[in-house]
């Protein structure tokens, strides 16, 4: 039902089966998901999306699982079915705890109304706030 | 210009007032900033958002610096101006660093990315994502 | 500040000075808000939008309040900055009271957090709300 | 397909079935939508969330069906598909007629088209909207 | 799965006949997609929605596929699987190669992208782009 | 007023600066946009914003001034202030007539409309638009 025919190995060019290695690899999986067999179909998006995203999610500042709660949360709050299953499911391969996942709804249920909520009482940003 | 008038201490009831009295005693400071002041024309939504607040935000299985990034990564997917302001300076004040922003802001803009992407390719979602 | 100037009385041609003076006779004063004088520099755009927006939000099966305040709400969960103030003022001066309008943004803060949790969770309609 | 499963009875604890027993209470029926079963991983949020619908829904200076049809209104702007078809549903039970359905979407599409042309203009608000 | 019944020809009344009729006229087809079926409930809505899309989508200062893709582009911004899939189709239908989908989902990714960046960083307007 | 320091070309790193060298190359101007010297606190981010940005938006199968109208259709519906400003001044500058940009206005206006009918509708896709 995508709007693009999702690509088999066997149909993909060689600058796009290069970026499936890569995720393979990387991953340890021979499992590619399907975005990526959608994405296929423009290898130099397929490649600048991989390569972004390998560099944006690795260890740094931040520890992967805070970064990939974060990807839910940004998900949820752009409404993309496909990623919050997908990322959802990421972040509980790298250890989200149920506890972990009712608090990361929390903050998002939480923020969601008090982004309504200032929002409907088009609030100015108190000066402090902008040092 | 705001869409309400800001209220004083003065002019907020009893009511109001214990909610500005609990923010100030469990943040330490004397300072209420211009969104509860907007909230306090109706004292049981202030009562109820600032209760809730305090007990998501609270520490748990996420550290209160995680809660307010992801906050702040949905207070940028909603587009509330209010909120990234008052967020991203309630996270320097938890302790973000320059690198940590950095990083939080590479994943928001990469789940952006992707999340347009899967939405115009409308990929289903692979069934080893539904266990 | 507008992408486009506002025009004037002077400066705008028949077609959209006849939707003007409708504006006027319609709402019974001289005053045209910027968002008219940003619309007409396209005539029919102008036309469309107001002839449609009259008859709309006529008193019909709905009163023009309440249709006032669902105006309001999609605006605010749309984050239109003009439109929040525009309507919220035109909802006023239709008589909305503070308690009405704290129920309605109470209204708005919940279906904000639970729009949120239910795409959190990905939840499935249940079959009674098919029917 | 939800991200977590959704409790029966049997699975939730007692302070979860509390929540249950108080919505069928209150709605006079002993149907527990999907929504609330998956929310049943989280008590907590389960029963502020549970608490505070219940006290916003109520009769007030705003009607029942008014506020459901804002909720509706809320739901379609925030693009979530549970929500639209479970506040449509519940819209209709408190009564919403076919030509109030009408009226309601004519001004969520004539909304949702000003937002849209406002924020293509950036139009500055008018000074008569910030009193 | 709609929230209302999808109307057949024999269903529908003569102002919503005359509608579907010039809809078959029009596009050269005996097909009516589900879209106006739903909104056939409304025929007033109905016939004043697809008389400005007729009018909105003619070939004009820009061409019938540029304004698909920029059709295109809004459902995906605005995350409506319908209109996403049906315009995708439309675009498709006027000619949009396998190249131009790609380049037009690119530019959707990036803007989408740096829009983030730009909330998240509330970057203030340049003097030089108000002019 | 944004949430970081918006840097010189004094305050930025080698690798930033490099960025922005290639920036007024390309662009053929001294001036660097705010955008950019926000980003500038990120040098990985800011270079590969940079570098994606350029080839995504170089002529292609779809032409410059289409691109950039997609960008402003995109921006307007995520409402990114700073963006719909940058890039409804960069169309102008790449040849957008007023005749134009009235049509691109009208797209933005009609597609906003028929997502919001759609979504309130639930209308499932038609068969004929899954091919």
Chains 1, 2, 3, 4, 5, 6 share one sequence.
């Not at 999702?6 to 890569?22: K, S």
């Not at 903050?107 to 929002?119: D, E, G, K, P």
């Amino acid at each position: 039902m995508a709007t693009v025919k999702l690509l088999t190995d066997e149909e993909v060019g060689a600058a796009a089966l290069a970026v499936f290695d890569d995720i393979r690899k990387t991953r340890g999986t021979e499992f590619i998901n399907n975005f990526w067999r959608a994405l296929a179909h423009d290898p130099e998006q397929l490649k600048a999306t991989w390569e972004r995203l390998k560099s944006v999610m690795a260890n740094g500042a931040l520890d992967p699982l805070t970064k990939e709660m974060i990807y839910v949360a940004v998900s949820v709050a752009n409404n993309c079915s496909y990623c919050v299953h997908s990322h959802t499911a990421a972040a509980r391969a790298k250890g989200m705890t149920a506890q972990q996942q009712n608090e990361l709804l929390s903050v998002i249920a939480m923020a969601s109304q008090t982004n309504a909520l200032a929002t409907a009482l088009q609030v100015d940003v108190d000066e402090v706030f902008k040092e």
